[in-house]
Nanobody, 115 residues
Framework: VQLVESGGGLVQTGGSLRLSCAAS????????IGWYRQAPGKQRELIAT????????NYADSVKGRFTISRDNAKHTVYLQMNSLKPEDTANYYC?????????WGQGTQVTVSS
């Protein structure tokens, strides 16, 4: 299993970024995928999930209405569109799957929002 995040960077308050999570090594269509973030000195938090077949999405209150998770099963990729970014969104962002009780994480991509 391999998960590779990309798309992070430095952006000003109010700006947008789109993160990508490219997946391989498992049956992509069958697995729900989550985006997490971890800011310095804070616990890693779940911010968005997308289910497999139904593509049902869920969001943390902190990002609801600003972030959108989506998936392209043909490309084995999950996206996180982030709009109206705030300095408190600054964190390392990770995607994760759970398969057969085992969590698999990517290496993360850093998002920094300047005020």
């Amino acid at each position: 299993v391999q998960l590779v995040e990309s798309g992070g960077g430095l952006v000003q308050t109010g700006g947008s970024l789109r993160l990508s999570c490219a997946a391989s090594g498992f049956t992509f269509d069958d697995v729900a995928i989550g985006w997490y973030r971890q800011a310095p000195g804070k616990q890693r938090e779940l911010i968005a999930t997308i289910r497999s077949m139904s593509a049902t999405t869920n969001y943390a209150d902190s990002v609801k209405g600003r972030f959108t998770i989506s998936r392209d099963n043909a490309k084995h990729t999950v996206y996180l569109q982030m709009n109206s970014l705030k300095p408190e969104d600054t964190a390392n962002y990770y995607c994760k799957i759970n398969q057969w009780g085992v969590n698999y994480w990517g290496q993360g991509t850093q998002v920094t929002v300047s005020s």
